[in-house]
């Protein structure tokens, strides 16, 4: 009997060998250009929500509504600013509804407890606030101060901004505003009073690549005192 498997042949051939490394060449080249592209991707979405401009746009976004959510509607002031100078942004026309712009806005707020030694543990209505948070642009930097309330954010005798025993915090870096813009802050007035929805207006460009976001938001005063 004739052995079958004398001339069964064991293994690969050469062609075979080539043909299978070529489609595993093939395959793994294909895995790494959409690994590499994805990642770039990925790199290229985190940096740009992770960038510094846009940090600050977050952190203006949130401080400015935050002060302006705790703070007195009767008592916030939006300034106009000349050399250093700050004045109260009044209408100028004589509308009834107004809306007004200013260069600087001063919230103020409460940040202290109701007095624990009123018997009848009431606030006393002639304190209006007792701290505030000033808004300005400055070297193209948008800062915020906090004091004491009285004395406030500008001196009523010079239009001067108080400097002593106050904290201020730079928000964002870089800030513009459009030629189409009067300033950076705005509100609503009825009669010539402020009806305590305050805007911010703003541009931050990144120097290096002439990237730029707007910022656009407002923030309600809830807080009505005394009633």
């Given at each position: 009997m004739k052995n079958r498997n004398k001339n069964r042949r064991h293994g690969f051939t050469l062609i075979e060998i080539v043909v299978a490394i070529a489609i595993n060449v093939i395959v793994i080249s294909g895995v790494g250009v959409l690994l590499v592209g994805g990642n770039r991707a990925w790199q290229k979405c985190y940096n740009s929500a992770n960038n510094q401009m846009k940090q600050d746009a977050l952190v203006t976004t949130l401080e400015f509504g935050n002060a302006g959510r705790k703070s007195n509607r009767l008592c916030y002031t939006i300034y106009k600013e000349h050399g250093g100078v700050y004045s109260p942004a009044l209408p100028e026309t004589d509308d009834p509804e107004e809306i007004v712009h200013g260069d600087a806005v001063e919230f103020r707020y409460w940040d202290t407890e109701i007095d624990s030694t009123d018997s009848q543990n009431l606030m006393d209505t002639s304190k209006m606030a007792t701290a505030y948070a000033f808004f300005y642009i400055e070297d193209k930097k948008l800062k915020v101060d906090y004091g004491?309330?009285?004395?406030?954010?500008?001196?009523?005798?010079?239009?001067?901004?108080?400097?002593?025993?106050?904290?201020?915090?730079?928000?964002?870096?870089?800030?513009?505003?459009s030629d189409a813009q009067e300033s950076a802050f705005s509100h609503t007035t009825m009669n010539g009073i402020g009806q305590g929805s305050v805007r911010i207006n703003i541009?931050?460009?990144?120097?290096?690549?002439?990237?730029s976001v707007q910022i656009m938001t407002a923030t309600?005063?809830?807080?009505?005192?005394p009633r």
């Open positions: 004491s309330y009285p004395p406030g954010a500008v001196s009523g005798s010079t239009g001067i901004k108080n400097t002593a025993n106050v904290i201020t915090n730079i928000l964002a870096e870089n800030v513009t505003i541009t931050l460009k990144n120097p290096d690549n002439n990237e309600y005063l809830r807080n009505i005192w």
